[in-house]
């Protein structure tokens, strides 16, 4: 059985950072380009980062360019979001996705309030 589990959400004040990971298992992420995407409240899911399976291609909206980091550890089948300088408009479920097979993780919910 395929599961993407996400982590690393929480509570944060503007200007503050957060680390989100998106772990793997039954499913070896290796030869796949994985992405995070978010859902704000009451808007539709957007695309939020890529990166390709060596890792060393990325691409990312144009909201987050210069303050979130994709990365990825193949031998952890695992995929991270570093997040920097957090801005109130950053609140959504953050969720990582295998394109490929449109697999999906269930979310982690980031907050940045004051």
């Known amino acids: 059985q395929v599961q993407l589990v996400e982590s690393g959400g929480g509570l944060v004040q503007p200007g503050g950072s957060l680390r989100l990971s998106c772990a793997a298992s039954?499913?070896?992420?290796?030869?796949?380009?994985m992405a995070w995407y978010r859902q704000a409240p009451g808007k539709e899911r957007e695309f939020v980062a890529t990166?390709?399976?060596?890792?060393?291609?990325?691409n990312y909206a144009d909201s987050v360019k210069g303050r979130f980091k994709i990365s990825r550890d193949n031998a952890k089948n695992s995929v991270y979001l570093q997040m920097n300088s957090l801005e109130p408009e950053d609140t959504a479920v953050y969720s990582c996705?295998?394109?490929?097979?449109?697999?999906w993780g269930q979310g982690t919910q980031v907050t940045v309030s004051s």
């Open positions: 990166i390709d399976p060596t890792g060393r291609r990325t």
């Open positions: 996705r295998i394109p490929l097979r449109d697999y």
């Open positions: 039954g499913f070896i992420l290796s030869p796949y380009s």
